[in-house]
């Protein structure tokens, strides 16, 4: 059978040659982890989140696929990375590097608008679009 698109979400598909319907879901398939599996990903961080840094407790962690199943990511322990829920949100179907580059121009650009007649922001800026 061909995957359907994915705007298809909530709607049924049916299969001409056997009769069967299909309701099509986001998310369908993904793995449900273990307690003992969540645990060894969040103390593997230390209990930070892997995007900002940032000391999250275990009940606020979320798992975020490193390279996301939309991009088809494997839905396994290896492709899986502990953070906080602003972060898996904002991260979304990107790929990690994709992520960064967009944090990035986000902190430069805000940093710009801000500190922008200030001569240590134009030295760091000038220093920082060379590193990017």
Avoid at 37 to 48: F, N, Q, S
Wanted: aromatic share 8%; with cysteine.
């Amino acid at each position: 059978m061909i995957k359907a698109p994915g705007k298809t979400n909530g709607y049924y598909i049916q299969d001409i040659e056997t009769n069967a319907k299909y309701k099509l879901s986001r998310g369908k398939g993904r793995i449900n982890f273990p307690k003992e599996v969540r645990e060894l990903i969040y103390d593997t961080a230390k209990g930070k989140c892997a995007l900002c840094g940032r000391k999250i407790t275990y009940e606020n962690m979320t798992l975020d696929h490193i390279v996301p199943l939309a991009m088809n990511g494997a839905d396994d322990v290896s492709n899986l990375q502990c953070t906080c829920e602003a972060c898996n949100l904002f991260k979304g179907s990107v790929l990690p590097d994709d992520f960064m580059e967009r944090i990035t121009e986000i902190f430069l650009y805000q940093m710009d608008k801000k500190q922008s007649k200030r001569l240590l922001w134009k030295i760091v800026h000038k220093l920082l679009n060379k590193m990017v």
